[in-house]
Structures are given as C-alpha cells and as structure tokens.
C-alpha cells in the first residue's frame, strides 16, 4: 500500500484505502468499499486524493438525504428564510423528497437521481398513472435541492453540488388567453353580484389594481393617500401552515406605488365608514391591526377564504370559471389592450422587469403594435397607414 491510497479487491468487491490527517495531525487511515469493479474504486481513490490535495476532502458518512434535509437543513435555514418560503420547503421535502430519495446516501446522490426524480415527478410523468406536478412545482423542487446541497458542500458534508448538473423541466412563460381571463363586461357582471357583500371595495380593488392576493388583505388605511390618489403596497398576508401571518413583500419590486381611479377611492371612503360602525358594534373586542379589509373583529381574513367567497360568487354567475389570481391577468390583458404601456403596467403589477410583462402578456398588444405600424408609415407616406 503506498503512503497516499491504492485499492484492493476483499471478496466479490473492491476497496478503496487512503490516509488524512486528523485534528492532531496523525495520519488516519480510511476506506470505502463495495465498488463492483478495480477501475470504479480506483476512480474514486483519485477524485478523493485530489480532493485531499486541493484542501476540499470530504470525510466519508452514512448520511442520508433525508435526515440531512429533515434534521440538519431545515432548522438552519428558518431562521433566515421568510416563514411562507419555509413551509414551502418543508411540504416538498416532506411530501416529495424523503418518500423518494430520502433513503440515498447523501454522499452517493447523484445527478442522475435528481434527473430521474423531477422526470417522475412532472404531469403526466408517473407511472402509477397519478397525477403529477406542474413545471414550475418541480423547478421549485430543484431549486430547494440546489440550495440544500450547495450548504452541504459549503460545509464539506459533501464534494460538489450533484443539482448543479442535474436537468430539471424547463420553464416556459405561458401567455394568458382569453380562456384565462375575463372581458370588461364580465368583470361588470361580477363586480354588479358583488356590489353588496361587506368586502366589495376588496374585490374592486383586485379589479381595477391587479394586486395581488395577500397584498389587498395586508393593505392598511394607513398605506392610502386619498389626497394624491394613491395606495402603497408595503405589507402582505400570507398563510403558513393555514396560519394567518403578516409580511413585508418579497422583492423591491413588490414594494411599490399605485395609483387609484376616482370611483375606487370612493368605494374605499365608504368601505371605511362601513367599518367604523363595525368598530363601535363589536367594542372592546375589537382588533384593530389598521386594515383596510378585515373580519367583522378587525383580525385578518384568512387568504383562503377570501378566495372562496370569490370562486363561489363565480360558480352563480354565466362567466368563465376563473381563479381569483386572474383578475390580475385581466387587469393587465385589458389595460395593455387599451393602450397603458409595458413599462407603466410592469410598475402597477410589480413585476421584476418590464420584459416580463411584455412576454406575458404579448397577447394584449398586437392591435396597438399595428396601430403603431400605421402611424410611423403615415409619418414617411403620407397616408394613414391603413389597407387601401
């Protein structure tokens, strides 16, 4: 055996021997076995002695995926993720991960694995003909895993990040299509059955802002200008664990500024003197946490619920089945089919960019990519631009 490592077969299988030194200095020896073949073990002799040599060794363990992801990982990231991220993290591993991979050595998980996993994992993809999850659910996996296994190497539990060369679904934008969203009328129609529930401004609100769920119900009196027209988007509801927990939003962009029409500024004016005699009917018991839309009490309402009273409104309605998260989608179809631009309703919505929108939403455009056609040929013609 040399001073550095070399292999030897011990039954039907071939191990693999190497010596590093431990905290006193002392050479220690160490091994790995079950290798199949001499060139397997030998293959892995090197990678572990160059590994030595670049000061990036990682001591063999009988870790396994799961009880890394469950009993190492988890609790050391929640305190430094948001609480929704973390319940996120926590459902996947728990549902999707440890039932699949959890069993797999931590340090013999490979990009093949994952490969495999997200493969099953997809729609359509299951061979007990279950139903499977979306895309995005499966690069939301992926990215869990990229993120658990780059602190694994970062604490020497493992010799590289195996997701990095592993190949999740790609993800393409989907544009919205009328299936998708509603016209003008039939947002009328819905707003007309709405008009006298308590919580009428709220859905008003999703109309004519395109906010988002947790962003109306986080929404306190104290983000609204009426003077200057405005409404400021600055904290959030979301629920963890079906718990009801405030937020700030998730990005810069999220934080944003949004202009308000005249008659929705007038329905939140009422809504407000409805829930002043709210305030004086409940009493002492009243929670007032200053939002705009809450329960009867002043606590918050639960985002679940609300999309509810939305989808059962609906189902009594003759319009399109929807849910209540495409009334952003019709916000922006309908403004951008009406002229407002990327950049302007980019703002309104919060998006992280305005190619975003514009690629979501390509749909919205092409009568005004026309109408601008026209317009600059009447510029060198002299003509309108239109078909002679």
Do not use: C
């Not at 009493?283 to 609300?306: C, T």
Request: no cysteine; aromatic share 8%; net charge positive.
């Amino acid at each position: 055996m040399s001073q550095r490592g070399s292999v030897r077969k011990r039954g039907l299988t071939w191990t693999a021997y190497w010596f590093v030194p431990d905290s006193t200095g002392a050479r220690r020896q160490r091994t790995k076995g079950g290798f199949g073949t001499k060139r397997e073990a030998q293959a892995y002799l090197t990678e572990v002695l160059g590994s030595i040599a670049n000061a990036t060794y990682t001591p063999p363990t009988k870790l396994t995926l799961g009880a890394y992801l469950t009993e190492h990982w988890l609790p050391t990231v929640r305190s430094t993720t948001r609480p929704s991220t973390w319940d996120s993290y926590r459902r996947y591993v728990d549902q999707h991960i440890v039932p699949e991979l959890g069993g797999v050595l931590l340090q013999q998980l490979s990009a093949q694995h994952l490969d495999r996993f997200y493969a099953g994992k997809l729609a359509g993809g299951r061979l007990d003909g279950s139903k499977g999850l979306s895309v995005k659910t499966v690069r939301n996996i992926h990215a869990l895993m990229h993120k658990a296994l780059r602190d694994a190497e970062r604490k020497q539990l493992v010799s590289r990040n195996v997701a990095a060369n592993a190949d999740p679904p790609k993800q393409t934008h989907r544009s919205f299509d009328k299936t998708q969203t509603w016209s003008a009328q039939q947002v009328r129609t819905f707003l007309t059955a709405m008009s006298s529930h308590r919580l009428y401004a709220a859905y008003l609100v999703a109309v004519t802002t395109g906010m988002r769920r947790g962003e109306i119900l986080g929404l306190r009196w104290q983000d609204l200008d009426f003077d200057s027209r405005k409404l400021a988007v600055r904290q959030t509801v979301v629920s963890v664990a079906y718990e009801i927990q405030l937020s700030a939003p998730k990005t810069a962009k999220g934080r944003r500024s949004i202009p308000l029409d005249a008659g929705t500024l007038t329905e939140l004016a009422a809504h407000r003197r409805a829930q002043d005699r709210e305030r004086k009917l409940v009493g002492i018991g009243y929670e007032d946490n200053d939002l705009v839309f809450a329960r009867e009490d002043g606590r918050p309402i639960h985002p679940d619920l609300f999309s509810q009273i939305f989808d059962r409104t609906v189902a009594k309605l003759d319009v399109p089945r929807i849910r209540f998260h495409d009334l952003r989608h019709t916000h922006a179809t309908l403004g951008l089919a009406a002229g407002v631009s990327p950049k302007v309703m980019s703002g309104r919505l919060g998006h992280a960019t305005v190619a975003f929108t514009q690629d979501v939403y390509v749909h919205a455009m092409p009568e005004r990519e026309q109408e601008a056609a026209d317009i600059v040929a009447a510029l060198f013609t002299g003509t309108d631009g239109g078909t002679p």
